[in-house]
Each structure stands twice: as C-alpha cells, then as structure tokens.
C-alpha cells in the first residue's frame, strides 16, 4: 500500500540490551537497506568531540584506527543513514552501549512495516527488550522494600499490642519446641533469596547491552559468558550465607532454649 503524494509513513522503535559484534552490525545494515535501490549510505560515530563517516562500516572501522586510535575496543556508539535518492524510502539506526533505536520511513507503507518488523526480529534475535531495565531494577528494588518492610512490621507488631512481661515470656515458652525448625526455615529461605539475588545479579550483567565494532560477541547461553570467578561466587554466596545463617540459628536456638 503506497502513500499519498506529500506523505511518508514514519516508524519509530527503540530496544535495549542488545549485544552487538562486528558480523552483527553488518547484517543488520544489509538488512536495513533491502528495498532500497541504489542507497546512499552513510555509517558514523562520534569519538570524543569529533565524528567520523564513510560509506562502509569497514571504511569507518579504519577511519576510527587511523584518526582515534584511543577509542580501540571501546566503541561508544555507531550510527547508519540509509535512502533512496529520490527520499521515498529511508532508514535510520542509532546504536549505543545501552539502546538501539531505528527509524524507517518510506512513501511505500508495507515495505516499512516489513523492514520495522525484520530489524525489530533482529534485534530481539540478539537479546533487545522494549523496556529499559533500569525501570525492572526500579520495580525490583520496590518489591524488596515493601516485602523488608512488611516483614519487620510482622516482627514488631507484637510490641504494639501492650501485652506484659510475663505474657511476652510465657509466649516464648510456649513456642520453645518449634523454634529450631521455624528459625532453620528462615535460614533457607534467607539463602534462596540470597541465591536469586546473586544469579539475577550475575544473569543481568553477563546480559547487558554490548557493542563491539572491531570484534565478535561471545556465543551462547548467560551462564556460559561469566568468567570463572564469576561462576564461584554464584555458588559460593549462598552456601557461605547460608554457613551465616545457620550459624546465627545455632546461637539463637541456644539462647532461647535456656
């Protein structure tokens, strides 16, 4: 379906945590520019305060070395401009350490909605989610909040009740028996959190948002990318909490069975 004369369809959409290597960013501007005939492309960066642009992103993979040799690996951002010389179609791609967003354009509507849907299987393809995950750690640290908060409030909420003395610890005698067996049950569960926290830890950083220009992204799963040092901790953090735990458990079990 073409569009009226004087009128494009525009699409717009951004994605985040997307791991991008060299082979990467040359499929998807090949990608990119499919329906486009005889496209005029630019490829840029911007390192420190100067920008660079060639045709190719080989071009400017060379340019870079020659005229910022500092940036090396550390690729900041890569961009492409891509149209057809009369304007009716075109794509833009703006790629940095924590989002890419692309916008297509084009007189011809279906062809836009094709390539939006292409680039947008890509990405996702390569790790991309639609939602930032600074809102996820945001809505993470909530959830904690209120469930710490609900969990002291239970704790205390005795205190509020004005009972005595003597009826806080004829409470405490009763309860002797199943003392053990609730505190040992915090203790797990205290670890099992401790151990999400750790792997969601560990999971989001081997997941972040890549770009690697000058080299390739390492392949397969989130575990199979931590370092080794990495790895240990995921294990070794809740066994030594729940060491921790069980520790405190012992003592307090001690002292309340006095």
């Known amino acids: 379906m073409a569009s009226t004369v004087n009128q494009q369809t525009d ?60 940036v090396n690996e550390r690729w900041s951002n890569v961009a492409l401009e891509a149209g057809s010389p009369s304007g009716e179609r075109s794509v833009s791609i703006q790629i940095d350490t924590e989002r890419a967003e692309f916008n297509v354009s084009g007189s011809d509507a279906t062809w836009v909605y094709g390539q939006a849907a292409r680039l947008e299987k890509f990405l996702i393809a390569r790790g991309a989610v639609s939602n930032s995950p600074r809102y996820e750690a945001i809505i993470s640290s909530l959830f904690a909040a209120i469930f710490l908060g609900t969990g002291i409030a239970w704790i205390l909420g005795g205190w ?4 005595t003395m003597a009826e806080c610890v004829a409470e405490i005698e009763e309860a002797k028996g199943n003392v053990t067996v609730v505190n ?17 830890v560990l999971k989001r950083r081997a997941l972040k948002a890549q770009l690697r220009v000058a080299s390739e992204i390492p392949e397969g799963s989130w575990w199979s990318r931590l370092t080794i040092a990495e790895k240990i901790a995921a294990v070794g953090i809740p066994i030594s909490g729940f060491a921790t735990f069980g520790t405190l458990v012992s003592a307090a079990s001690g002292i309340f069975s006095k």
């Open 11 to 70: 699409l717009r959409k951004v994605y985040y945590q997307c791991r991008l290597g060299r082979s990467d960013l040359d499929r998807m501007f090949v990608i990119a520019c499919e329906g486009i005939e005889t496209p005029a492309i630019r490829v840029s960066t911007v390192a420190g305060s100067t920008r660079f642009w060639e045709a190719t992103l080989q071009g400017l993979l060379s340019a870079v070395q020659a005229g910022a040799p500092e």
């Open 160 to 163: 509020s009740e004005g009972k």
């Open 184 to 200: 040992w049950s915090f203790a797990a569960l205290l670890t099992f959190g401790l151990g999400i926290v750790t792997f969601q």
